[in-house]
Protein backbone atom coordinates (compact mmCIF):
# COMPACT_ATOMS: atom_id res chain seq x y z
CA UNK A 1 0.00 0.00 0.00
CA UNK A 2 1.17 3.33 -0.59
CA UNK A 3 1.88 5.73 2.32
CA UNK A 4 -0.93 8.20 2.69
CA UNK A 5 -0.01 11.42 4.12
CA UNK A 6 -2.77 14.58 5.01
CA UNK A 7 -4.53 15.82 1.65
CA UNK A 8 -4.86 12.62 -0.01
CA UNK A 9 -7.95 11.03 -0.88
CA UNK A 10 -9.40 7.72 -2.46
CA UNK A 11 -10.17 4.19 -1.45
CA UNK A 12 -7.44 3.77 0.97
CA UNK A 13 -7.99 6.81 2.81
CA UNK A 14 -11.49 5.71 2.97
CA UNK A 15 -10.45 2.61 4.96
CA UNK A 16 -8.46 3.92 7.23
CA UNK A 17 -11.16 5.95 8.01
CA UNK A 18 -13.59 3.42 8.20
CA UNK A 19 -10.86 1.65 10.49
CA UNK A 20 -10.74 4.88 12.83
CA UNK A 21 -14.06 5.26 13.55
CA UNK A 22 -15.00 1.76 14.29
CA UNK A 23 -12.02 2.63 17.01
CA UNK A 24 -14.04 5.49 18.17
CA UNK A 25 -11.00 7.81 17.47
CA UNK A 26 -12.67 9.72 14.61
CA UNK A 27 -15.92 10.47 13.88
CA UNK A 28 -18.42 9.13 11.21
CA UNK A 29 -19.23 11.22 8.73
CA UNK A 30 -22.79 11.70 9.10
CA UNK A 31 -22.27 12.49 12.89
CA UNK A 32 -19.30 14.82 11.92
CA UNK A 33 -22.28 16.61 9.64
CA UNK A 34 -25.17 16.77 12.30
CA UNK A 35 -22.33 18.07 14.88
CA UNK A 36 -21.63 20.70 12.78
CA UNK A 37 -24.87 21.54 11.59
CA UNK A 38 -24.86 20.86 8.35
CA UNK A 39 -26.70 18.31 5.87
CA UNK A 40 -24.34 18.01 3.10
CA UNK A 41 -22.85 14.69 2.87
CA UNK A 42 -19.14 14.68 4.28
CA UNK A 43 -15.89 12.81 1.97
CA UNK A 44 -15.29 10.05 3.72
CA UNK A 45 -12.17 8.96 1.21
CA UNK A 46 -10.23 12.79 2.65
CA UNK A 47 -7.29 12.48 4.54
CA UNK A 48 -8.43 16.05 6.35
CA UNK A 49 -7.08 17.50 9.64
CA UNK A 50 -9.74 15.26 11.42
CA UNK A 51 -8.03 12.17 10.06
CA UNK A 52 -5.08 13.11 11.02
CA UNK A 53 -5.42 13.87 14.30
CA UNK A 54 -6.92 10.63 14.77
CA UNK A 55 -3.54 8.59 13.50
CA UNK A 56 -1.45 10.38 15.67
CA UNK A 57 -3.39 9.70 18.29
CA UNK A 58 -4.02 6.15 17.46
CA UNK A 59 -0.24 5.74 16.58
CA UNK A 60 0.52 7.18 19.71
CA UNK A 61 -1.79 4.88 21.65
CA UNK A 62 -0.23 1.88 19.79
CA UNK A 63 3.30 2.76 20.40
CA UNK A 64 4.31 3.66 16.78
CA UNK A 65 5.86 6.34 15.38
CA UNK A 66 3.54 9.28 15.94
CA UNK A 67 4.06 11.15 12.34
CA UNK A 68 -0.06 11.65 11.36
CA UNK A 69 1.05 9.75 8.16
CA UNK A 70 0.11 6.24 7.21
CA UNK A 71 2.76 4.30 6.23
CA UNK A 72 3.73 0.78 6.55
CA UNK A 73 3.72 -0.02 9.91
CA UNK A 74 1.13 1.80 10.81
CA UNK A 75 -1.39 0.35 8.28
CA UNK A 76 -0.63 -2.75 9.36
CA UNK A 77 -1.14 -1.98 12.80
CA UNK A 78 -4.55 0.01 11.51
CA UNK A 79 -5.44 -3.52 9.66
CA UNK A 80 -4.62 -5.58 13.26
CA UNK A 81 -6.91 -2.87 15.10
CA UNK A 82 -9.74 -4.15 13.02
CA UNK A 83 -10.64 -7.76 13.70
CA UNK A 84 -12.23 -8.60 17.18
CA UNK A 85 -12.67 -12.00 18.29
CA UNK A 86 -15.06 -13.66 16.52
CA UNK A 87 -14.73 -11.75 13.31
CA UNK A 88 -12.56 -14.38 11.40
CA UNK A 89 -11.63 -17.97 12.11
CA UNK A 90 -8.46 -18.13 13.77
CA UNK A 91 -5.67 -20.65 12.80
CA UNK A 92 -1.85 -21.37 12.59
CA UNK A 93 -0.25 -20.32 9.70
CA UNK A 94 3.44 -21.50 9.78
CA UNK A 95 4.72 -19.04 6.71
CA UNK A 96 2.52 -16.36 7.31
CA UNK A 97 0.94 -15.93 10.82
CA UNK A 98 -2.32 -14.17 11.40
CA UNK A 99 -1.82 -10.97 13.58
CA UNK A 100 -4.26 -8.77 15.14
CA UNK A 101 -6.26 -7.24 18.42
CA UNK A 102 -8.71 -10.98 17.95
CA UNK A 103 -5.28 -13.02 18.38
CA UNK A 104 -4.24 -10.55 21.51
CA UNK A 105 -8.21 -10.99 22.66
CA UNK A 106 -7.98 -14.71 22.47
CA UNK A 107 -4.21 -15.06 24.03
CA UNK A 108 -5.23 -12.92 26.77
CA UNK A 109 -8.51 -15.14 27.60
CA UNK A 110 -6.30 -18.56 27.69
CA UNK A 111 -3.44 -16.42 29.59
CA UNK A 112 -6.17 -16.07 32.42
CA UNK A 113 -7.42 -19.93 32.14
CA UNK A 114 -3.98 -20.98 32.29
CA UNK A 115 -3.11 -22.40 28.71
CA UNK A 116 -1.36 -19.88 26.93
CA UNK A 117 2.65 -18.43 28.70
CA UNK A 118 3.60 -16.32 26.06
CA UNK A 119 3.43 -12.62 25.72
CA UNK A 120 0.00 -11.34 24.25
CA UNK A 121 1.43 -9.81 21.04
CA UNK A 122 -1.36 -10.64 18.92
CA UNK A 123 0.55 -13.43 16.82
CA UNK A 124 -0.98 -16.63 16.16
CA UNK A 125 1.89 -18.75 16.24
CA UNK A 126 2.74 -22.26 17.42
CA UNK A 127 2.79 -21.53 21.15
CA UNK A 128 -0.96 -19.98 20.80
CA UNK A 129 -1.73 -22.76 18.43
CA UNK A 130 -0.89 -25.53 21.31
CA UNK A 131 -2.77 -23.28 23.60
CA UNK A 132 -5.80 -23.65 21.89
CA UNK A 133 -5.46 -27.43 21.34
CA UNK A 134 -5.05 -28.25 25.19
CA UNK A 135 -8.35 -25.96 26.06
CA UNK A 136 -9.94 -27.56 23.20
CA UNK A 137 -9.20 -30.82 24.12
CA UNK A 138 -10.18 -30.23 28.31
CA UNK A 139 -13.37 -29.20 27.32
CA UNK A 140 -14.31 -31.60 24.68
CA UNK A 141 -14.39 -29.94 21.58
CA UNK A 142 -11.98 -31.06 18.48
CA UNK A 143 -8.42 -30.50 19.21
CA UNK A 144 -7.83 -28.99 16.11
CA UNK A 145 -5.71 -25.48 17.12
CA UNK A 146 -8.57 -23.66 15.22
CA UNK A 147 -10.54 -21.27 16.82
CA UNK A 148 -13.84 -20.74 15.12
CA UNK A 149 -17.52 -20.41 16.24
CA UNK A 150 -17.77 -23.81 18.49
CA UNK A 151 -14.56 -22.68 20.52
CA UNK A 152 -15.28 -19.11 20.64
CA UNK A 153 -18.71 -20.02 21.78
CA UNK A 154 -17.30 -22.36 24.62
CA UNK A 155 -14.83 -19.31 25.35
CA UNK A 156 -17.75 -16.86 25.82
CA UNK A 157 -19.99 -19.14 28.08
CA UNK A 158 -16.47 -19.64 30.40
CA UNK A 159 -16.26 -16.29 31.14
CA UNK A 160 -13.38 -13.82 32.33
CA UNK A 161 -11.27 -15.38 35.59
CA UNK A 162 -8.75 -13.74 38.10
CA UNK A 163 -5.53 -14.11 36.79
CA UNK A 164 -2.52 -14.25 38.87
CA UNK A 165 -0.12 -12.59 37.30
CA UNK A 166 1.47 -12.90 33.96
CA UNK A 167 3.35 -16.52 33.09
CA UNK A 168 5.31 -15.21 30.67
CA UNK A 169 7.12 -12.62 33.16
CA UNK A 170 7.26 -15.53 35.57
CA UNK A 171 8.90 -17.48 33.11
CA UNK A 172 11.96 -14.97 32.17
CA UNK A 173 12.18 -13.83 35.37
CA UNK A 174 13.29 -17.22 36.26
CA UNK A 175 15.11 -18.20 33.53
CA UNK A 176 17.23 -14.82 34.54
CA UNK A 177 17.43 -16.37 38.25
CA UNK A 178 18.28 -19.43 37.34
CA UNK A 179 21.44 -18.96 34.75
CA UNK A 180 23.02 -17.31 37.53
CA UNK A 181 24.69 -14.08 38.01
CA UNK A 182 27.89 -14.87 35.82
CA UNK A 183 28.08 -13.55 32.28
CA UNK A 184 29.84 -16.77 30.70
CA UNK A 185 28.37 -18.53 27.74
CA UNK A 186 25.04 -15.97 28.07
CA UNK A 187 24.24 -15.50 23.81
CA UNK A 188 24.15 -12.44 23.14
CA UNK A 189 23.14 -10.83 19.72
CA UNK A 190 23.87 -7.57 18.32
CA UNK A 191 22.04 -5.35 15.69
CA UNK A 192 24.51 -2.96 14.60
CA UNK A 193 21.94 -0.66 12.70
CA UNK A 194 18.51 -0.15 11.77
CA UNK A 195 17.32 2.87 9.59
CA UNK A 196 21.01 4.18 9.59
CA UNK A 197 20.61 7.31 6.81
CA UNK A 198 24.41 6.88 5.45
CA UNK A 199 27.67 5.85 5.99
CA UNK A 200 28.80 7.60 8.31
CA UNK A 201 25.82 6.49 11.01
CA UNK A 202 26.38 2.81 9.85
CA UNK A 203 30.45 3.05 10.32
CA UNK A 204 29.22 4.82 14.13
CA UNK A 205 27.42 1.89 15.14
CA UNK A 206 29.36 -0.76 13.51
CA UNK A 207 32.69 0.43 15.30
CA UNK A 208 30.37 0.52 18.41
CA UNK A 209 28.94 -2.93 17.94
CA UNK A 210 32.43 -3.86 17.55
CA UNK A 211 33.35 -2.90 20.85
CA UNK A 212 30.69 -4.03 22.54
CA UNK A 213 31.25 -7.45 20.99
CA UNK A 214 35.28 -7.21 22.06
CA UNK A 215 33.94 -6.43 26.01
CA UNK A 216 31.57 -9.35 26.04
CA UNK A 217 33.51 -11.54 24.60
CA UNK A 218 36.59 -10.81 26.90
CA UNK A 219 33.85 -11.64 30.12
CA UNK A 220 32.94 -14.85 28.12
CA UNK A 221 29.73 -13.92 26.37
CA UNK A 222 28.88 -15.79 23.32
CA UNK A 223 28.45 -12.82 20.90
CA UNK A 224 27.13 -12.99 17.41
CA UNK A 225 26.34 -10.05 14.86
CA UNK A 226 22.53 -10.24 13.24
CA UNK A 227 24.33 -9.75 9.64
CA UNK A 228 27.42 -8.74 8.31
CA UNK A 229 28.47 -5.13 7.12
CA UNK A 230 27.48 -5.81 3.81
CA UNK A 231 24.03 -6.27 4.19
CA UNK A 232 20.83 -4.54 5.29
CA UNK A 233 18.03 -7.11 6.64
CA UNK A 234 14.52 -6.11 7.38
CA UNK A 235 13.71 -5.91 10.79
CA UNK A 236 11.31 -9.95 10.42
CA UNK A 237 15.11 -11.29 8.86
CA UNK A 238 16.79 -10.01 12.32
CA UNK A 239 14.09 -11.45 14.26
CA UNK A 240 14.49 -14.87 12.82
CA UNK A 241 18.28 -15.27 13.10
CA UNK A 242 17.82 -14.12 16.62
CA UNK A 243 15.10 -16.99 17.06
CA UNK A 244 16.99 -19.75 15.60
CA UNK A 245 19.88 -18.98 17.58
CA UNK A 246 18.40 -19.16 21.00
CA UNK A 247 20.09 -15.79 22.07
CA UNK A 248 19.11 -15.09 25.76
CA UNK A 249 19.29 -11.36 24.98
CA UNK A 250 19.21 -8.91 21.63
CA UNK A 251 20.55 -5.55 22.05
CA UNK A 252 19.95 -3.21 18.71
CA UNK A 253 22.01 0.00 18.12
CA UNK A 254 20.48 2.83 16.85
CA UNK A 255 20.79 6.56 16.10
CA UNK A 256 17.61 8.96 16.65
CA UNK A 257 16.80 11.67 13.80
CA UNK A 258 14.69 14.57 13.53
CA UNK A 259 13.85 17.83 11.36
CA UNK A 260 15.04 19.84 14.19
CA UNK A 261 18.76 19.64 15.06
CA UNK A 262 17.70 20.46 18.76
CA UNK A 263 16.38 17.15 19.76
CA UNK A 264 19.04 15.35 21.32
CA UNK A 265 19.49 12.68 24.35
CA UNK A 266 19.66 8.82 24.66
CA UNK A 267 16.11 6.65 24.98
CA UNK A 268 15.96 3.11 25.15
CA UNK A 269 13.06 0.55 24.19
CA UNK A 270 11.17 -2.58 24.62
CA UNK A 271 8.07 -4.01 23.93
CA UNK A 272 5.16 -3.39 25.25
CA UNK A 273 1.51 -2.79 23.71
CA UNK A 274 -1.85 -1.18 24.72
CA UNK A 275 -2.81 -5.03 25.67
CA UNK A 276 -0.68 -4.06 28.93
CA UNK A 277 1.46 -7.21 28.14
CA UNK A 278 5.28 -6.45 28.00
CA UNK A 279 8.53 -8.11 27.94
CA UNK A 280 9.45 -7.64 31.94
CA UNK A 281 13.28 -8.62 31.47
CA UNK A 282 13.35 -5.94 28.70
CA UNK A 283 11.70 -3.50 30.79
CA UNK A 284 14.49 -4.18 33.09
CA UNK A 285 17.13 -4.10 30.92
CA UNK A 286 16.31 -1.02 28.97
CA UNK A 287 16.20 0.79 32.36
CA UNK A 288 19.51 -0.12 33.25
CA UNK A 289 21.16 0.45 30.04
CA UNK A 290 19.28 4.05 30.26
CA UNK A 291 20.48 5.06 34.07
CA UNK A 292 24.19 3.88 32.92
CA UNK A 293 24.45 5.59 29.79
CA UNK A 294 23.03 8.84 31.06
CA UNK A 295 25.33 8.84 34.44
CA UNK A 296 28.59 8.26 32.23
CA UNK A 297 27.87 10.64 29.51
CA UNK A 298 26.20 14.27 29.20
CA UNK A 299 23.30 13.30 26.82
CA UNK A 300 20.14 13.88 28.34
CA UNK A 301 17.61 11.44 29.68
CA UNK A 302 14.92 10.41 27.21
CA UNK A 303 14.29 7.83 28.98
CA UNK A 304 13.01 3.49 28.57
CA UNK A 305 9.66 3.32 26.64
CA UNK A 306 7.65 0.61 25.20
CA UNK A 307 6.85 -0.05 22.07
CA UNK A 308 5.59 -2.59 19.38
CA UNK A 309 7.91 -2.22 16.82
CA UNK A 310 8.35 -5.75 14.95
CA UNK A 311 12.19 -6.21 16.13
CA UNK A 312 10.74 -6.09 19.81
CA UNK A 313 7.68 -7.68 18.63
CA UNK A 314 9.04 -11.19 16.93
CA UNK A 315 12.12 -11.95 19.14
CA UNK A 316 11.07 -14.84 21.65
CA UNK A 317 13.94 -13.13 24.02
CA UNK A 318 14.27 -9.75 25.72
CA UNK A 319 15.06 -7.57 22.85
CA UNK A 320 16.07 -3.43 23.80
CA UNK A 321 16.86 -1.17 20.97
CA UNK A 322 18.97 1.66 22.09
CA UNK A 323 19.51 5.26 20.46
CA UNK A 324 22.84 6.40 21.67
CA UNK A 325 21.88 9.76 20.76
CA UNK A 326 21.17 11.77 17.69
CA UNK A 327 22.93 12.28 14.57
CA UNK A 328 21.00 15.24 13.34
CA UNK A 329 22.28 17.01 16.63
CA UNK A 330 25.32 19.05 16.66
CA UNK A 331 26.82 18.25 19.75
CA UNK A 332 25.02 14.50 20.21
CA UNK A 333 27.22 14.05 16.44
CA UNK A 334 29.80 15.59 18.22
CA UNK A 335 30.03 12.64 20.66
CA UNK A 336 29.44 10.08 18.61
CA UNK A 337 32.25 11.09 16.37
CA UNK A 338 34.69 9.70 19.43
CA UNK A 339 36.38 7.03 19.84
CA UNK A 340 36.32 7.68 23.62
CA UNK A 341 32.25 8.44 23.57
CA UNK A 342 31.88 4.80 21.77
CA UNK A 343 33.98 3.40 24.49
CA UNK A 344 31.92 4.18 27.30
CA UNK A 345 28.40 3.63 25.89
CA UNK A 346 29.97 0.10 25.47
CA UNK A 347 31.06 -0.57 28.89
CA UNK A 348 27.62 1.15 30.02
CA UNK A 349 25.68 -1.22 28.37
CA UNK A 350 28.12 -4.62 29.40
CA UNK A 351 27.43 -3.16 33.02
CA UNK A 352 23.77 -3.35 32.71
CA UNK A 353 23.56 -6.46 30.89
CA UNK A 354 26.03 -7.58 34.32
CA UNK A 355 23.13 -5.80 36.69
CA UNK A 356 20.41 -7.65 35.09
CA UNK A 357 22.07 -11.03 35.77
CA UNK A 358 23.07 -9.72 39.31
CA UNK A 359 19.58 -9.24 40.33
CA UNK A 360 20.68 -6.33 43.27
CA UNK A 361 23.23 -8.37 44.60
CA UNK A 362 26.65 -6.61 44.87
CA UNK A 363 25.52 -4.07 43.16
CA UNK A 364 27.46 -0.75 43.06
CA UNK A 365 25.92 2.72 42.32
CA UNK A 366 24.78 3.48 38.63
CA UNK A 367 27.87 5.04 36.67
CA UNK A 368 30.65 3.63 39.37
CA UNK A 369 30.76 -0.20 38.32
CA UNK A 370 33.96 -0.21 35.40
CA UNK A 371 34.72 -2.65 33.12
CA UNK A 372 37.83 -4.11 35.08
CA UNK A 373 35.36 -4.71 38.69
CA UNK A 374 33.24 -6.29 36.14
CA UNK A 375 36.08 -8.94 34.91
CA UNK A 376 36.89 -9.19 38.64
CA UNK A 377 33.63 -9.79 39.65
CA UNK A 378 33.65 -12.69 36.76
CA UNK A 379 36.16 -14.64 38.84
CA UNK A 380 34.28 -14.74 42.08
CA UNK A 381 32.35 -17.83 42.94
CA UNK A 382 28.47 -16.90 43.53
Known amino acids: MAT ?131 YQAEYGLTSDGICGPATLLSLNRLGSRV ?62 LSHDRSASPSDEEKARVANVIDADLMIALRLGHYPNERANGAATFYFGNHHGSYSTIGRHLAGYIQREVVARTPLLDCRAHERTWNLLRLTKMPTVILEAGYSTNPEDARLLSTAEYRDTIAEAILVAVKRLYLQGQNDRPTGTYTFADLLAAEQLPY
Open 4 to 134: LRPGDRGSGVAEVRTILVGMGLLAAPDAASTAAGRHAQVNDDVFDAACERAVLAFQQQRGLMADGIVGRSTYAALREASYRLGSRVLTYRLSAPMTGDDVATLQGRLQNLGYYHGLVDGIFDNDTHQAVCL
Open 163 to 224: SGGSPHAIREEEHVRRSGPQLTGKRILIDPYGDAVDETERAILWDLAARLEGRMSAAGMMTS
